[in-house]
């Protein structure tokens, strides 16, 4: 019994099943980080396509705290995430996770992959991002490093030709130029946000009177 129990331990075919398994224990996850300000169609619609073409098992939607790049003014961390819990409530493979917001601080994405490996090291992760991030991804904190903690996958947004310096995956999504810049603006001038962002998130801009001055 030991003799073979030692053969199959030096069997190649026999480690590749075991790898097989030990990664089928785990989940492939899309890690979709945003300031999400507030979260629109352009984000869902990646989600999914990305979900789907990459055939992950769920997406988890990750609001930052303090966006390291970014200056314009964001409505409050509990708006931001009630929209995306909205937004998000009606696909049972999205999910949102507040890490980043109980973590506080500038919100890092190499912190952020850390920790995940750290607190569920069994499973693989996709970091998404569109083509405007990853033509700054050397602005970044450890950029390298990240593509060892993830799978980079990059989305084509317009505006934004590819310019990736690191190994990643370009995944087809029908190009949708909706920002949540483009939200702000519209609702700021009084124009119509219906269909830019779902019913849901909608109604709650509304009620709340975010984005109005
Ligand atoms: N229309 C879109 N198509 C593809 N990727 C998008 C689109 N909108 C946002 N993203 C990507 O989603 C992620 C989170 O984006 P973020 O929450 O900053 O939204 P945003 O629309 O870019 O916001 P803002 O207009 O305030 O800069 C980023 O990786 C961004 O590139
Ligand atoms: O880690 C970094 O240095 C870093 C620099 C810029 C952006 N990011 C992440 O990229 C995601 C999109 O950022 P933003 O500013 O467009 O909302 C969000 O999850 C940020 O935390 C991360």
Same mark, same amino acid.
């Given at each position: 019994?030991?003799?073979?129990? @030692?053969?199959?331990?030096?069997?190649?075919?026999?480690?590749?099943?075991?790898? @097989?398994?030990?990664?089928?224990?785990?989940?492939?996850?899309?890690?979709?980080?945003?300031?999400?300000?507030?979260?629109?169609?352009?984000? %869902?619609?990646?989600?999914?396509?990305?979900?789907?073409?990459?055939?992950?098992?769920?997406?988890?939607?990750?609001?930052?705290?303090?966006?390291?790049?970014?200056?314009?003014?964001?409505?409050?961390?509990?708006?931001?995430?009630?929209?995306?819990?909205?937004?998000?409530?009606?696909?049972?493979?999205?999910?949102?996770?507040?890490?980043?917001?109980?973590?506080?601080?500038?919100?890092?994405?190499?912190?952020?992959?850390?920790?995940?490996?750290?607190?569920?090291?069994?499973?693989?992760?996709?970091?998404?991002?569109?083509?405007?991030?990853?033509?700054? %991804?050397?602005?970044? @904190?450890?950029?390298?490093?990240?593509?060892?903690?993830?799978?980079?996958?990059?989305?084509?947004?317009?505006?934004?030709?590819?310019?990736?310096?690191?190994?990643?995956?370009?995944?087809?999504?029908?190009?949708?130029?909706?920002?949540?810049?483009?939200?702000?603006?519209?609702?700021?001038?009084?124009?119509?946000?219906?269909?830019?962002?779902?019913?849901?998130?909608?109604?709650?801009?509304?009620?709340?009177?975010?984005?109005?001055?």
């Amino acid at each position: 019994m030991v003799a073979i129990a @030692k053969d199959l331990k030096n069997n190649p075919v026999v480690e590749v099943q075991a790898e @097989k398994l030990k990664a089928h224990d785990g989940k492939q996850i899309g890690i979709f980080g945003g300031t999400f300000n507030p979260v629109h169609i352009g984000h %869902l619609l990646v989600a999914e396509q990305v979900l789907s073409k990459l055939h992950l098992d769920e997406i988890w939607f990750i609001p930052t705290n303090i966006p390291p790049l970014k200056n314009a003014p964001i409505v409050s961390a509990q708006d931001r995430a009630n929209m995306l819990e909205l937004a998000t409530q009606d696909n049972a493979r999205f999910q949102v996770k507040l890490f980043e917001l109980f973590r506080g601080g500038v919100s890092y994405t190499v912190d952020t992959l850390r920790y995940l490996h750290e607190i569920y090291p069994e499973n693989r992760y996709y970091l998404i991002m569109g083509s405007d991030q990853v033509n700054q %991804l050397f602005e970044w @904190k450890e950029p390298t490093k990240l593509a060892q903690l993830a799978t980079l996958v990059g989305i084509q947004r317009a505006g934004y030709p590819q310019k990736a310096r690191l190994p990643m995956i370009w995944v087809d999504v029908p190009g949708i130029d909706v920002s949540s810049t483009l939200v702000r603006q519209t609702i700021a001038v009084g124009g119509s946000i219906r269909y830019l962002v779902p019913k849901t998130v909608l109604n709650y801009i509304k009620k709340k009177g975010l984005y109005y001055e």
